[in-house]
């Protein structure tokens, strides 16, 4: 009954599994629209030069540059009027010297003109006559044809998720369909004989199911798909089956034990059985979440979490988030938001493990951000509730000092 | 045709429509399981001890610490094996003096146990006896009833947006429909001559609609539903249909000017008068979006963007976010990721406004996070694509200069 895991580091857990595995992704046409939060399947080109006119960035007069030079408030230049450029349309005239048009921020410099003079520089007089108070330089106040993106070039990397800046983009070029990558199906399986449905009344010694909800939310803010399958007694018929019946159905499992040692060792004998090559790993030093399991049936992963909430919520984000992410297709990940805060209390730890704590952020004096670990047993699902990320306190290390500056990694 | 805004600030700008409205919301009931991201309408109280009997933290044996003092490797205790408490039961047993029982991580401690001793510090011998390596102390390794949660004690706060966290905790308590805020309705409609629908091929001078798609982005992403009214041309008469269309369907609009100033004033010109009181602020003192304006009809907002669509988003970020938050009834808001960061060059600004200015962050030496500023004019949606984040520039600086420290307002 006792465990015997032979420990290995998370990091070192992490690039076993992916010494492994190469993750196979699949990816379906979206519409740019409906694609918030998806991954780029492929790079993105550019079919067109963005803008595909030469477009003014105030309201003005459209000018040859030359025509201003010298121009100030004592000495004004005297252009003719030749025309206002209406928005939405081709100018339908051109400029000789000494000639400028009436232009509003986007429209279309005539080809002749390679200047906008701002309106506020700017006097009307009688007789389609304008006075100009201020020399512009040749490409003041326009933006160039391909100035955004050039014709050809790519505008998005494969493995970008989209947000509403790369949305707009696409759709300024008209790329109203993309290839993102198919949400990989992650199953979920709660075990545990004392585990029942949250909407059931507990009886003593009995508990609800909390990791199937967890899991499920947080694998749904990643942009992968959760499928339920319930809550398994502690038997290996029934693991077995509902293992079996989720590796036909999903890309990938994930088991949470029950809490007993004996639960979580029947995972691994489950795993091992209907796993190709089986379980990888079975212990990582790591604080909470010490009985986390990694195992493969041929290509699909199946990670085995400890019951107990809060570690399995933790080991979540720590080591079962770069799996969704990898078999999401993220490459080019945009800034993980990770930010450095001052510990404000000693927080001691056992060194060959990494421990990882919760900390709520607290803005300090001179906007240095304080972060203020919430300790409780590691049992305790409100914890996290409380906190507003996780610190690691590294493995070879017996804790961390007051006053130190951590990084404080967000859930 | 030049413009005369009397600029405010953008805090002048929010805390003076703040003080003409007092958000009103309405609320849902909704399953906690599909509650993620969405925000509490009220308190939420624990009905119940969480948890509601002494769990073991270990696997071991409950015991009477009392009966394991002073034991060690050298001297142990003996203890009389009195049963083993199954999972998910009730011991049908209790202890008596020297005596303790087999117990599993989770489960339910006999009522005269007050401590259980891990399974590594113990062995057993033949005929039930167990003997105990290690002296523990009453309430070690296991968690007493109410621990995590008393009953009656509040364990969410109105306004408060649900991560993976809480949905576990609440369905820990069996709290299986909560009441969340509905979430605000907010109209978009794009106005100018010169925008045509993304899947049209623009003729010379239009430009495709961007600011529809990255605000409904946006405004998704926030939890809020984004209603679309299309483009409407320049011309009071489409664009007083469509807001007053908009006014009756939705809790809120935000129109997008065409990017002439024309297009601009008409906006505010209908906004004035379809609204009581109508026009609040045209014009704020920030670099992009200075043509922003905020309009009240009765409880409703009309928030008038710059067509550039840079502008529209970058003011949607720092001004429209915190109105549709507010809309969100979010008052209890978990920490808002803003990361201090190193700008690597020089930025030059206008004193007497404050500029935002888009930044990609790049991991430096030491740990020390740099932010480099994405230089261009600021009518390039594929600026923000290529960005993290946004940095402000104090309204009274001119500048700041390569090397200081800037917060970092991550998208």
Do not use: C, W
């Given at each position: 009954m006792p465990e015997f895991l032979s420990l290995v580091s998370p990091e070192a857990a992490l690039s076993f599994l992916f010494e492994h595995l190469v993750p196979v992704l699949s990816h379906e046409d979206t519409a740019t629209e409906q694609a918030l939060g998806k991954v780029t399947a492929?790079?993105?080109?550019?079919?067109?030069?963005?803008?595909?006119?030469?477009?003014?960035?105030?309201?003005?007069?459209?000018?040859?540059?030359?025509?201003?030079?010298?121009?100030?408030?004592?000495?004004?230049?005297?252009?003719?009027?030749?025309?206002?450029?209406?928005?939405?349309?081709?100018?339908?005239?051109?400029?000789d010297d000494k000639e400028c048009a009436l232009i509003h921020t986007g429209g279309m410099l005539p080809s002749a003109a390679d200047a906008v003079v701002m309106l506020e520089d700017t006097q009307v007089l009688d007789k389609g006559e304008i006075e100009i108070y201020?020399?512009?330089?040749?490409?003041?106040?326009?933006?160039?044809?391909?100035?955004?993106?050039?014709?050809g070039g790519t505008v998005i990397p494969k493995g970008t998720r989209l947000r509403p800046a790369e949305i707009g983009g696409l759709l300024a070029l008209g790329i109203t369909q993309i290839k993102t990558i198919t949400p990989p199906k992650i199953g979920i399986i709660s075990s545990g004989d004392e585990v029942i449905?949250?909407?059931?009344?507990?009886?003593?010694?009995?508990?609800?199911?909390?990791?199937?909800?967890?899991?499920?939310?947080?694998?749904?803010?990643?942009?992968?798909e959760a499928i339920h399958y319930g809550i398994i007694p502690d038997r290996p018929e029934n693991l077995r089956e509902t293992i079996q019946i989720g590796l036909r159905e999903c890309d990938h499992l994930i088991v949470?034990?029950?809490?007993?040692?004996?639960?979580?060792?029947?995972?691994?004998?489950?795993?091992?059985?209907?796993?190709d090559p089986g379980v990888l790993v079975h212990g990582v030093s790591i604080k909470p979440g010490k009985p986390t399991i990694f195992a493969l049936?041929?290509?699909?992963?199946?990670?085995?979490?400890?019951?107990?909430?809060?570690?399995?919520l933790v080991i979540a984000y720590i080591l079962v988030k770069p799996i969704i992410e990898?078999?999401?297709?993220?490459?080019?990940?945009?800034?993980?938001?990770?930010?450095?805060?001052k510990l404000t209390m000693n927080v001691p730890s056992q060194a060959g493990r990494e421990d990882w704590i919760p900390v709520r952020l607290i803005e300090g004096e001179n906007a240095v951000l304080q972060a203020e670990p919430i300790f409780g047993r590691s049992n305790l699902i409100f914890l996290l509730a409380k906190a507003d990320g996780l610190v690691k306190i590294p493995s070879p290390t017996t804790g961390l000092e007051a006053g130190v500056v951590v990084s404080v990694r967000l859930f």
């Open positions: 492929e790079d993105i080109l550019s079919s067109q030069d963005l803008p595909e006119f030469r477009r003014s960035t105030v309201d003005g007069y459209a000018l040859m540059a030359r025509d201003s030079h010298g121009a100030s408030e004592s000495l004004p230049a005297y252009l003719k009027l030749a025309g206002e450029v209406l928005m939405g349309t081709e100018p339908g005239f051109d400029l201020r020399s512009v330089a040749s490409g003041e106040n326009l933006i160039e044809i391909g100035e955004d993106v050039p014709k449905q949250p909407d059931q009344k507990p009886k003593p010694g009995e508990v609800r199911d909390i990791n199937s909800y967890t899991l499920g939310a947080l694998i749904s803010e990643l942009g992968a949470t034990a029950g809490s007993s040692a004996s639960s979580r060792d029947l995972t691994a004998d489950v795993m091992n059985e209907l796993g049936a041929g290509e699909k992963v199946m990670i085995g979490l400890p019951g107990n909430p809060v570690s399995a990898a078999y999401l297709g993220l490459e080019n990940r945009k800034f993980a938001p990770s930010i450095p805060a």
